[in-house]
């Protein structure tokens, strides 16, 4: 399995800014995709921002686009999510996510995820 961590969730004020990094471990051949979710109190699991490694092409939710940016870190298999302009809707518990090659050998990929962290906008 591949090991994810993040960092950095926080409380901020309305048109704050934070940001989220996610550093993965473990037995990894080759990173497919690493991405961010999130989960408010009573929604599904939501697709925030993913960066496909191939390529590295980031895509975004609608409701972030312009605000949040993913990137990759100067650490190996490590991504930060920069938020802007934080709103209240944004409040949710942010998950890393994975999608990882974990040998030469393997066909099947590894999805792996974080323990999440919280993000708080609130005034």
């Known amino acids: 399995q591949v090991h994810l961590v993040e960092s950095g969730g926080g409380a901020v004020q309305p048109g704050g800014a934070l940001t989220l990094s996610c550093t993965a471990s473990?037995?990894?051949?080759?990173?497919?995709?690493m991405g961010w979710y999130r989960q408010a109190p009573g929604k599904q699991r939501e697709v925030v921002a993913q960066?496909?490694?191939?390529?590295?092409?980031?895509n975004y939710a609608d409701s972030v686009q312009g605000r949040f940016t993913i990137s990759r870190t100067n650490a190996r298999h490590s991504v930060s999510l920069q938020m802007n302009d934080l709103r209240p809707d944004d409040t949710a518990v942010y998950y890393c996510?994975?999608?990882?090659?974990?040998?030469?050998?393997?066909?099947?990929?590894?999805?792996?995820w974080g323990q999440g962290t919280q993000v708080t906008v609130s005034s």
């Open positions: 996510h994975s999608l990882a090659q974990q040998s030469q050998h393997e066909i099947k990929l590894s999805e792996d």
């Open positions: 473990g037995s990894i051949f080759k990173m497919h995709m």
């Open positions: 960066l496909t490694y191939i390529n590295g092409y980031a």
